[in-house]
């Protein structure tokens, strides 16, 4: 079912707060390589609040839970309850999909994986396989993808899923990327002919990805807690801050954004972990 939300904006402008990869777990205090994510998270949650700049809806895009726990989402619902205003999310691989839904709709958050607003339309899609890293795009999955685009043909289309659909240079990353990549890739280019899809939209890769592939733009954030180092052959840690993106959607189709982060010195990782 789709969710139709009026953009806030007289111009039609709309937009949107990313937040990805919280990797929160059900026990307070609880660090992953060396970070408290509940204290990084609220720690962006207060950095939002701070800077006061508007925003129509959250996309949050996956990984909120680590430890796949019902009290990780409680937590969630909590943490994020001073950011007024619509949620939508999607899972990633640290996260229990049904679990998830049920719990974040339960604690008032939207479950809807379609979201309708001006001139723009945002699918929200499953890449999670349970218990691994990597992603798959279910037949499903794809085929409701396509139903959205097909739909709506007139509406700038931005798809959200976890697992970035590409490859980063990072050895150890790639091989835990969306496995059927080349097949969804290959559906939306061919889907594209009317240039209404403009943007891929995804975390999982902890680290800042901005790239055009034919027309289509592919961006993946930095995380609310740990930060991959780029281009890293084996796993390693960067030491920048947690942070969060907006997203600028105007009606012409144009897509303006930025990136805040925390200061480096705040929460720092303990860089002798050799994976996680
Ligand atoms: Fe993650």
Not at 23 to 34: D, P, Q, R, V
Not at 132 to 148: I, P, S, T, Y
Not at 243 to 254: E, I, K, M, V, W
């Amino acid at each position: 079912m789709s969710f139709s939300l009026q953009p806030m904006q007289s111009n039609g402008t709309l937009s949107v707060l990313q937040l990805t990869d919280l990797h929160l777990f059900a026990k307070e205090g609880t660090c992953l390589l060396g970070i408290d994510t509940m204290q990084s998270f609220c720690a962006v949650v207060n950095k939002i609040k701070e800077l006061n700049r508007f925003f129509d809806f959250i996309i949050v895009t996956g990984d909120i839970s680590q430890d796949y726990s019902a009290e990780s989402y409680q937590l969630f619902s909590e943490l994020i309850s001073p950011l007024k205003g619509h949620i939508f999310f999607l899972p990633g691989n640290h996260d229990d999909g049904p679990l998830m839904y049920r719990m974040l709709g339960h604690y008032g958050i939207n479950t809807n994986k379609h979201i309708v607003s001006g001139n723009w339309q945002f699918i929200l899609l499953n890449s999670e396989v349970y218990g691994v890293a990597h992603g798959w795009l279910q037949r499903e999955e794809l085929d409701f993808m396509q139903e959205c685009i097909y739909q709506y043909p007139d509406l700038y289309t931005v798809i959200c899923v976890h697992h970035l659909p590409r490859l980063v240079g990072s050895r150890w990353l790639d091989t835990q990327t969306m496995h059927n990549q080349d097949e969804f890739n290959s559906i939306i280019h061919r889907l594209n002919h009317t240039k209404k899809i403009k943007l891929v939209l995804s975390g999982h890769v902890h680290q800042e990805y901005d790239c055009m592939h034919g027309d289509i733009r592919y961006i993946s954030s930095p995380s609310t807690s740990i930060q991959f180092a780029p281009q890293s052959c084996y796993f390693a840690l960067e030491l920048k801050g947690p942070g969060f993106r907006y997203l600028t959607f105007h009606s012409d189709g144009n897509i303006q954004t930025d990136v805040y982060r925390l200061d480096d010195n705040l929460f720092l990782p303990d860089t002798n972990v050799g994976g996680y």
